[in-house]
C-alpha cells in the first residue's frame, strides 16, 4: 500500500477568514438585492402593462357582445313577426277566395270559414298562442278579468262563463279571459235581517 501523504492545506486564522468571508457575503448580498427589486419593479411594470392590456380587450370584447346581442334580439323580434305574418297570409288567403266566389252556397262559405280557422288555429300554435282556460276553472286573476259575480251552487271563485276567451303566448297573457265568476249564494237570514225581540 503506497504511503498516502497528507498535504497540509494552507489555513487563515480563524478570525481573519470569517470576517472575509462575511464581507463578501454581505456585498453579494446587497447587489443582488439591489438588483432583485430592479427586476421586481421592471417585472410589475411588465404585469400591470399586460393587466392594462387584457383589461382593455375585455371591455372591447364586452362592448362587442353588447352589440352583438342588440343585433340579434332587434333580428329575432323582425323574423318572430315575419313567421307569424307568413302564417296569417294562408288565413287572408281563405277569406279571399271565400268572398271572391259571388255563387258560393252557405254551405261552401262555412266550409271556407272553417278551413280559414283551421288555418288561423295551426298559425296559432306555430307561435305558441293558445287560449286561456277558463270555462269551470278557480278564478285566477293572472289570466281571467271579472265581469260579474253570480250565485250559484258552485264553489265561490269558480268561472261559470266566459264572455270573451282569453289567450297567452307561452307564459305571457296577450288578453286575459272576461268571465263571470261564482259567489256564495245568500243565506235566508241575511235577506231577512236579524231576528227581532
Not at 293572472?142 to 264572455?163: K, R, W, Y
Request: aromatic letters at 4%.
Amino acid at each position: 500500500m503506497p504511503d498516502e501523504q497528507n498535504t497540509p492545506t494552507p489555513e487563515l486564522p480563524a478570525d481573519d477568514a470569517s470576517a472575509a468571508l462575511a464581507a463578501e457575503a454581505i456585498a453579494a448580498a446587497n447587489a443582488s438585492a439591489e438588483l432583485t427589486i430592479e427586476e421586481k419593479l421592471a417585472a410589475a411594470e411588465n404585469e400591470i402593462g399586460q393587466l392594462k392590456d387584457q383589461h382593455l380587450r375585455a371591455l372591447a370584447e364586452q362592448e362587442n357582445i353588447r352589440k352583438r346581442n342588440q343585433t340579434e334580439i332587434a333580428n329575432a323580434r323582425e323574423y318572430a313577426a315575419r313567421d307569424f305574418a307568413f302564417s296569417m297570409l294562408s288565413v287572408k288567403d281563405t277569406l279571399e277566395m271565400v268572398l271572391k266566389d259571388e255563387q258560393s252556397t252557405t254551405e261552401q262559405i262555412k266550409m271556407g270559414v272553417d278551413m280559414t280557422l283551421k288555418n288561423l288555429v295551426t298559425a296559432f300554435e306555430r307561435a305558441k298562442v293558445k287560449e286561456v282556460k277558463a270555462e269551470k276553472a278557480k278564478f285566477d286573476p293572472n289570466f281571467h278579468q271579472a265581469m260579474s259575480q253570480i250565485e250559484s251552487d258552485e264553489p265561490a271563485g269558480t268561472v261559470l262563463q266566459v264572455f270573451q276567451k282569453g289567450y297567452q303566448m307561452g307564459e305571457r297573457v296577450l288578453r286575459p279571459a272576461m268571465v263571470a265568476v261564482a259567489k256564495a249564494a245568500a243565506t235566508a237570514e241575511k235577506d231577512d235581517g236579524p231576528a227581532r225581540a
